[in-house]
């Protein structure tokens, strides 16, 4: 029975990643039995769909890029996907399960995150209930405010003139603070780090834009810290 399957046939009953004791390599990549951080995630990814009212089709697509259902599982995961839109758990329960269980982890944790801000783009700009429901989904993960604000702007882009949140950083920081910065989250958002995790190839090619915007905005930071020292 496939992993799909199977959480289909748990429907009726919540989903409860500690019950199932899912296990994780070195790497943080989550093996494909792991049926109870499946079901959790895909019940926050199916919250998240329906964040702005009625799930759309893009965004089913959007998941199943995510997820990767096999051949001839299609049908199973739609069933399940729906199944977790219906379900009374609050979304709230799916990540503090998650983000209690894995805060040790959170390459994992972006790695979710940066799926559901995959879903919430897949129809068009996010609009606010999305940002707020990412936010706390976010803040059960044990991710700050700035933590947040950082992968926001690595998954959608800056705000006007501020390159500092694609690093973590507060506007005002040192050339040091910058250049630590950069390296660290230019090291953890690397393709060949998600690749070794075991990501699907959508988050590999997300992990592609996400090094790109850390580039650009040092590069942006750096030349207006050397114009502005002159």
């Not at 289909?8 to 390599?25: H, I, K, L, S």
């Not at 972006?110 to 606010?128: K, Y």
Request: glycine share 8%; with cysteine; proline share 7%.
């Amino acid at each position: 029975m496939s992993v799909w399957s199977r959480i289909v046939g748990m429907a009726g009953r919540a989903f409860d990643p500690e019950a199932e004791a899912p296990m994780f390599g070195e790497e943080c990549a989550p093996q494909i039995n792991d049926v109870g951080f499946t079901a959790a995630v895909i019940g926050l990814a199916a919250k998240m769909a329906c964040a702005d009212g009625e799930a759309t089709e893009a965004e089913l697509r959007a998941a199943a890029q995510v997820f990767r259902p096999p051949p001839g599982e299609e049908a199973a995961f739609r069933r399940a996907f729906s199944l977790a839109k219906q379900t009374v758990l609050g979304f709230d329960s799916y990540a503090r399960q998650i983000g209690k269980k894995y805060r040790a982890r959170p390459c994992l944790l972006e790695d979710v995150l940066d799926g559901l801000f995959h879903i919430a783009a897949a129809d068009g700009p996010p609009g606010e209930a999305e940002l707020e429901y990412l936010e706390q989904v976010a803040g059960h993960f044990g991710f700050s405010e700035l933590e947040f604000r950082r992968i926001t702007a690595t998954n959608l882009g800056p705000e006007a003139g501020d390159p500092y949140a694609i690093l973590g950083l507060l506007p005002g920081a040192s050339m040091e603070e910058v250049r630590h910065a950069w390296r660290r989250t230019a090291a953890e958002n690397h393709p060949d780090r998600m690749i070794q995790r075991g990501a699907p190839p959508e988050f590999v090619a997300i992990a592609r834009d996400k090094t790109a915007a850390i580039n650009s905005a040092y590069q942006r930071i750096r030349e207006d810290l050397s114009i502005g020292a002159k």
